[in-house]
Each structure stands twice: as structure tokens, then as C-alpha cells.
């Protein structure tokens, strides 16, 4: 009878063991806006595959790229229920909750690729991350970005008076809206994906974009003129839901935030390394260029700060930071 009910009690052991196990091993699922050819998609995948190797097969994950799990703002709230586990985010939706964040798109805050990344990797820039948890119920992990923005059009663009009226196509959030806002231009939201066709039909006549995307997707083919500025950087975060984040326990928070940040100043690292190829490619098009300082955008610019100064505190401390970076 007892070794019976030593038997049963073994049994019983080994089934809990078993149930825990089960229970703490995940299959995290990570949306993203990017098709998969695009740097942030690619590093998406070399993170799941880190992290299902460094937990010994415990933890995958599955990448939703191309924005099959919805836009930005839809991934944003799946991720404050939990239904989403993570994300490659444009710093955009969350500026738009958190207006701090505002402050990382300050016209000619930054001189290049370089520049932006050393900031986006500086304790200022880590300071906003610290902001998520309350303002957003996410976890901000550490940042990527892709390349500075520039203006590629349909028509000649060379002078801020020539985007007067022009439909202008944005990403969604509240910075970029008010810059272009005050040259004069009509800014119009539009997924990335839909940018081709919009281009292609005149939907729209100039796109906010970086060298890479323009490339990638080819919108050279619809809009042959290019205004090279560089005026913008344009951060990405990566981050965990805060609510799936509390079920983890401190060596999978300790894991997965190790590896995600690696993955992402890998994003940084990639586009250092590709900005001056991609420039020298886009002046090998059958484009017409023209180049801009912020003189070029010197009206433009003082409003921005007009609007951005009060609403995005941590504009001081970025500026800062950004001139120390630049010495």
C-alpha cells in the first residue's frame, strides 16, 4: 500500500513538474509594420531565433511582419491587453501618447546617422524609455531607427514655398504632422504600404521617407525628384507588454530584454553601415536632387519649436546631449 502511494505521489510530482514547465514556456508573438525584407523584419527573426536557442527551446517566437497583426495604433492596444507579447515600434504612435517622445524628432536635433545613433544609445535617451511602463503600459526595451528622412516628390521641389499645398504623405503622429504642417505642405497619414500606389496615382505628391525604404520599395519608380535634407531621425523601439511582462519571471525579463536590445542596436549598427551606400545609389537614379540645410527650413523650424518646446520637456535635455555627442 505505501510504496502504492509513494508511487502516486511520484507520479503526481513528476506531472506538476511537468505542468510548470509547460506553463513558463512561451510562444511570444511579435508584430511589426516593415515587409520582411526590411532590416527592422530581419533582426525580428534573428531575435527569435536567439531567444529560442538561449532558453534551450523554451521560448519561440513568431514574427508577424508587414503589418498582418493591424497598424501601429491596433498593435499598440492589443499589446496594453496582452493579447500582443511584443513589437518593433515607430517611436511615432508613442509620441503620440507620451509627447515627450516628440522630442526625438526635433528638426536637425541630429547631423546624420551616426549622430542619431550615439543619441538613441545615450542615458538621455534611456531616461524616456523609463517613461512607458505609466504612460503607456509598455515596456520599452532599447531603440532602432532607419535611415534620416528626406522628401522625394512627384514634382521639383526647391525652395519651402514650392511644398505649399503639395499632399504630403506622413506617418501618423503628431511631430511630423505639425513640421510639415508649418511649410505650407498637406500632410496625409498613409500606411507604408499603400505609399507605391498612392504615388502612383497621384493620391499623394511627395512622401516623407528614408534612403532605405525608398529603395527597398522602389518609390523612385512613381516620383523622380529628391529633396535630400536630412532634417528628421526617425526612432524605432522594441518593447514588451507590460502586462505580459509581469508574468515573466526575472530570468526570462532578464533574457528576453538582453536579447532584444542586442538585436536592435544591431538595427542601429545596420543602418550607420548603409546610409552612405544608399545615398550613392539613390544619386546613381534617373532622379533629379536637390539639397537642403535648415536654412531651407528655417521658418518651418521655429514654429515646430513653438508647438514642441512646451509639450516635450526633455527637448532641453535631448539638445544637450545631442551638442555633447557632437564634440
Known sequence: MNRIKT??????????????????AR????????????????????????????????H????????????????????QTGALDMAFLTIAEISNRIPDFGALYAPYLVDGVDHAAALLRSDTAAELLELMPQG?????LGYGMVGMRQVLSRGPIE?????????????????????????????????LLEVYDALANGQVD???????????LKFYEQADHLLISNHMMFPMVGVVSGRVWRELSEEDRELIET?????????????????????AEIRELD??????????????????????????????ALREEAERLRQ
Open 7 to 24: 508511487l502516486t505521489l511520484a507520479v503526481a510530482a513528476a506531472a506538476l513538474a511537468t505542468s510548470s514547465l509547460t506553463a513558463q
Open 27 to 58: 510562444d511570444f508573438r511579435l508584430g511589426l509594420i516593415t515587409p520582411p525584407q526590411h532590416l527592422w523584419s530581419q533582426q525580428a527573426e534573428a531575435f527569435a531565433a536567439d531567444l529560442h536557442e538561449r532558453s534551450g527551446g523554451e
Open 60 to 79: 519561440s517566437v513568431s514574427v508577424y511582419p508587414a503589418q498582418q497583426l493591424g497598424n501601429e495604433a491596433q498593435m499598440v492596444q492589443q499589446l
Open 136 to 140: 503607456v503600459g509598455l515596456m520599452g
Open 159 to 191: 525652395s519651402m514655398d514650392d511644398m505649399r499645398g503639395q499632399r504630403l504623405r506622413i506617418t501618423p503622429f503628431e511631430p511630423i504632422r505639425d513640421f510639415y504642417t508649418a511649410t505650407g505642405a498637406a500632410p496625409a497619414p498613409m500606411p
Open 206 to 216: 511627395a512622401i516623407d521617407m528614408d534612403f532605405d525604404s525608398i529603395l527597398i
Open 259 to 279: 536579447t532584444m536590445a542586442e538585436h536592435l542596436d544591431q538595427v542601429l549598427t545596420g543602418f550607420q553601415e548603409m546610409d552612405a551606400a544608399q545615398e
Open 287 to 316: 532622379i533629379n536632387i536637390v539639397e537642403a540645410d535648415a536654412e531651407f527650413f528655417s521658418k518651418a523650424i521655429a514654429e515646430w519649436e513653438g508647438i514642441w518646446g512646451e509639450k516635450a520637456p526633455m527637448l532641453e
